[in-house]
């Protein structure tokens, strides 16, 4: 803190006063010492299901949305959402139908647990993974820490 206020303080910038004209320069290089932002944020922000009911199918309309902001497949997603449904489902276009009436709170806690179980990394909680199979067995590859983590569904 003390640091940074003394280079922040322009007429003792690197021990010596200075003329304001060096006051941009200053910032520069006061700025450099900040710490980078990260690249990707540390948080997944899950956008929340556009859910609509049509007869008895729920259809989720910014589904491929979803399945891109947590950078998996969408046939894979709705696998898994169809499974936690007890149900089927289809893939058109950017949607998704399942059959059976969902709420929206209840679409949101099944793309909660897949985002539990596939893609947050266990070892650093980071949301940055992708997906491998090896010999049949399913692995969270995290691009962040490197570690790598079987699949665990309950
Ligand atoms: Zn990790």
């Not at 010999?135 to 590859?141: D, F, G, T």
């Not at 983590?149 to 309950?154: D, Q």
């Amino acid at each position: 803190m003390d640091k940074v206020k003394y280079l922040l303080t322009p007429q003792y910038f690197l021990g010596k006063p200075m003329a304001s004209s060096g006051y941009e320069e200053m910032l520069r290089r006061a700025l450099k010492l900040l710490p980078k932002k990260p690249v990707k944020s540390e948080r997944l922000t899950i956008p929340s299901a556009d859910i609509v009911i049509v007869g008895n199918r729920t259809i989720i309309r910014n589904f491929k949305t979803i399945a891109s902001t947590l950078n998996r497949k969408p046939e894979q997603l709705l696998r898994f959402l169809c499974k936690e449904a007890g149900s089927a489902g289809s893939l058109r276009d950017d949607i998704a139908e399942i059959h059976g009436r969902f709420s929206r709170s209840q679409v949101n806690r099944f793309i909660r647990r897949y985002v539990q179980s596939y893609v947050i990394c266990p070892v650093c909680k980071r949301p940055d993974t992708h997906l491998e199979k090896h010999e049949r067995i399913l692995y969270i590859v995290c691009d962040a820490c490197g570690a790598r983590s079987p699949v665990i569904t309950r």
